[in-house]
């Protein structure tokens, strides 16, 4: 009994509604129905009673078991075809194996460029009795140096909708291609050694088809420290032209950083949106 009752009072704080609606349709045909068994019927006060009371607990029990089926129906079927953040979903499982492949929403930061130059710099040669003359000796060493070395950037990226876009309820993804082309300028008066960092997404786990190139010749370049580097020699007043091209996959948005304060001269981005496949 004290079952029945917690399950009540429980379906009453969950359905406040419902369960209001409940009652008074079950007074209501409590109601005329001991009016007609008393009046039409004369049936004693006491036997209309029961009679009535027994009709209304029948029909309140079946429109409460239709409700729980009902109810408990939708539950599961919101459960297994709602939205990507009910856990459990169809969308939702799509979305956690999207993930794990290639990762979530796409930041791009831009090329990072450092020069170097080689200088002759004198230090004292160790020596084991302190009181001898000091010797010197001359050493290279490379140190940087201040310039802006981007003069122009011109970047093409086309999104290509993955599915999702008609569908309020689920995720949406994106295949990305990107082109992005680099002026690149050593405006020294001297000969330096170039580091270029490309830094790769932080969300993204899948890159295809990387290709460098400076003054269109296709260079090496490795993964170091979350980013695409490679390394140029660079005579004074040297320009180059580097292009950078991939194919990646995101999620929901784009972001185009320029993380480091910099001259920021001969700057186009264009972002194409296809969705065709949706």
Known sequence: MNNIADL??????AEPFASLWLGIISVLLFGVTFAKLTKRTRLSWGRGFFIALAKTLVVVSLVGVCYF????????????YGSFTTG??????????????YGGGYDQKDLGVMQYVTVVKEEVVPQ????????????????PIQQNSIIGFRGNVE?????????????NVYALSAEYEYN???????????EFRFPISPTSKLYQDIVITANNIEIPW?????????EEQLAPGEKQTINVRFHTWGENDFLFEVPEQREITNFSLKLVMNTDNC
């Open 8 to 13: 009540l009072q429980n379906w009453i704080v």
């Open 69 to 80: 089926l009902l109810n408990s129906g939708f539950k599961t079927f919101s459960q297994i």
């Open 222 to 230: 490795r993964i170091m420290d979350q980013a695409i580097f490679w």
């Open 128 to 143: 084991s009795d302190p009181l001898a003359v000091p010797l010197y000796r001359n050493i290279k060493v490379e140190q």
């Open 184 to 194: 690149i300028v050593n405006s020294s008066t001297e000969e330096t050694r170039a």
């Open 159 to 171: 999104l290509t909708a993955a599915g999702g876009y008609n569908n309020a309820n689920t995720f």
């Open 88 to 101: 459990g979903s169809v969308s939702n499982r799509a979305w956690q194996q999207w993930r794990n492949m």
